[in-house]
């Protein structure tokens, strides 16, 4: 008989051996280690205490990780990932997961459940559907490596590699909301690391880049408004490229932003795979 629990009790090599079985066949392929899972949790901010495993037996068969935080002004959930054994699909175990967990998740604060999907996988988004997830909007990701040498600087223009960022100035910044992974507080949580790239003019922020090296990552990028068309984004991703792996990859880029996917796509990265945002509204508990 199948059985549900918080994952507090399970050590991270469990928990890799459980992630990876359940997404070896995945569309995408996802394989974690563990500097992977570390970092993964970091900018996440999962937490096991929040997050939920099927068990038969002793065997962690599927997963569910979430992390907690504020969104949107208030506080919600993150599912950074769910995966399922393939011999235990079919038996609605997503459902069963979140009957299990939501009592956990209205205690903590959380009103909100926030995930995203891969927009051609219609299974999962159905499973996801049924427990009351509508989606928020489509998301694009992109990857390659730039078909660009090295830009001519604007005048008087800085390049700064460092651990800091002034992060009440970046949302003036943005062309689109981050998601989750890619917020303010996911790159503040990765100062172990992330690397952190700024273009200034007379200590003026003019542009800045959050790259995790290991995977060429961009968790974060933004020119300023008025600053916008002049090069500055070619020469800001140049440089990212140039701290140590040459891959880029920009995940969940806002659908609607087509400036910045025309952007991407000038610059060589290509659009390899689509995700829809959704968000479920949990109904508040209620006394019996």
């Not at 559907?129 to 730039?146: E, I, M, N, S, Y």
């Not at 700064?160 to 910044?173: A, G, K, M, V």
């Not at 273009?199 to 959050?210: D, H, K, N, S």
Request: charge should be positive.
């Amino acid at each position: 008989m199948l059985s549900f629990s918080t994952l507090e009790h399970m050590s991270r090599e469990q928990l890799i051996l459980a992630f990876n079985r359940a997404f070896a066949d995945y569309c995408v392929p996802v394989r974690l280690n563990m500097p992977g899972l570390s970092q993964k949790m970091t900018l996440e901010n999962l937490k096991l205490s929040f997050s939920v495993g099927v068990f038969d037996g002793p065997k962690l068969v599927g997963l569910m990780l979430h992390g907690l935080g504020e969104w949107m002004g208030r506080t919600a959930a993150y599912n950074g990932g769910t995966g399922i054994w393939p011999e235990y699909r079919g038996q609605g175990l997503v459902g069963r997961m979140y009957e299990h967990l939501q009592p956990v998740l209205a205690h903590s604060g959380a009103r909100s459940v926030i995930l995203e999907v891969i927009d051609t996988n219609e299974r999962a988004i159905h499973a996801y559907q049924r427990v009351g997830f509508r989606p928020a909007r489509q998301l694009d990701c992109f990857k390659g490596t730039l078909n660009y040498p090295q830009p001519k600087s604007p005048p008087d223009i800085t390049v700064h590699h460092h651990n800091r960022l002034p992060w009440e100035e970046l949302p003036r910044f943005w062309a689109f909301l981050p998601t989750w992974q890619h917020s303010l507080d996911a790159a503040r949580r990765g100062l172990d690391f992330l690397d952190y790239l700024s273009l200034t003019r007379e200590g003026q922020l003019l542009a800045y880049g959050v790259l995790q090296r290991r995977t060429g990552r961009v968790i974060q990028f933004g020119v300023h408004p008025s600053w916008r068309s002049q090069g500055l984004g070619r020469l800001l991703f140049f440089h990212l490229s140039r701290l140590g792996n040459p891959l880029l990859t920009v995940l969940n880029v806002d659908h609607s932003d087509q400036a910045t996917r025309a952007f991407l796509r000038k610059a060589g990265l290509e659009r390899y795979l689509g995700q829809w945002e959704m968000v479920w509204e949990m109904e508040p508990l209620t006394n019996k």
